[in-house]
């Protein structure tokens, strides 16, 4: 939503005019991804708070896959596939 | 925090959608369907990778990995970046996969800063992005990895449970 009209090269569409809005909006609704237990989401945490947290929380998930891969690794060494999968459709349909 | 929030998931669609929001992410990831989906394709990669020897954290893990991208359906940069990068690493059709549109808005990030980075970093594919961009990323990728720590840790707890019931299964461990 550019204010000025000029026709200049450096205008390429209204697109590119990335404004602090703009970015304040994803950063609220980023946040709202965020468990509570790190940010108060009633609170107006800064923006850099908030990509830190997510961050951090995006390498504890990574943390969890791993651990979870571990386990299922083993899990899997002393199942065959045809359990494993007779296992998946019990989980599904509960 | 997941089950309050799958509630949530279907109030959400009366907000006004602005280019990506993050609210998409969730709706897209909270529903059972994606869930659903990536058990399928998870068993799948788990299958392939079996191979000769049995699957190790590792090969569970890039296992893991793929079935996420799969089901995102390439649709989000980050998967791409994880489906690129197992077919570099198959050498397969390395020029074709190259030519997938990336279409990058502006030759510069206009709006960069160093907290942004830091989220760049740990998002697959992401890591010279504009903020906007690079923020719609993290929210898809967040609602993912939450996706998948959640699958994972289902089919763990499955096929424990399938495990105690049957004891026979422990004579291959030694």
């Given at each position: 939503m550019s204010s000025r009209r000029s026709r200049s090269?450096?205008?390429?569409?209204?697109?590119?005019?990335?404004?602090e809005d703009q970015i304040n909006d994803l950063v609220s609704k980023l946040q709202t991804l965020l468990p509570e237990a790190h940010i108060r989401s009633g609170d107006r945490v800064s923006a850099a708070r908030v990509l830190q947290e997510t961050c951090n929380y995006i390498r504890n998930l990574h943390r969890e896959v791993d651990d979870l891969s571990e386990r299922l690794s083993e899990l899997l060494s002393t199942t065959d596939m045809s359990s494993a999968q007779a296992a998946i459709i019990r989980s599904l349909l509960m | 925090m997941l089950a309050s929030a799958s509630i949530e998931a279907g109030s959400t669609s009366g907000k006004k959608q602005r280019?990506?929001?993050?609210n998409q992410a969730q709706i897209k990831w909270r529903t059972g369907a994606q869930e659903r989906i990536y058990n399928r394709r998870l068993i799948e990669a788990l299958r392939a990778a079996r191979g000769a020897a049995r699957p190790g954290a590792h090969a569970v893990k890039e296992a893991a990995d793929s079935a996420l991208a799969l089901t995102a359906r390439g649709q989000s940069r980050w998967s791409r970046a994880i489906l690129t990068s197992r077919l570099r690493r198959r050498k397969l059709l390395v020029k074709a996969v190259g030519?997938?549109?990336?279409?990058?808005?502006?030759?510069?990030?206009s709006k960069r800063d160093p907290a942004a980075m830091k989220v760049g970093r740990v998002?697959?594919?992401?890591?010279?992005?504009?903020a906007p961009t690079l923020l719609e990323e993290a929210a898809d990728y967040v609602a993912a990895l939450e996706m998948q720590v959640k699958a994972m840790r289902a089919l763990a707890d499955a096929l424990s449970s399938a495990r105690i019931a049957s004891p026979e299964s422990e004579a291959a461990e030694s």
């Open positions: 090269r450096q205008q390429t569409s209204s697109a590119s005019r990335i404004t | 280019t990506g929001s993050p030519r997938i549109r990336r279409r990058r808005r502006s030759p510069v990030p998002v697959p594919g992401c890591r010279s992005l504009p």
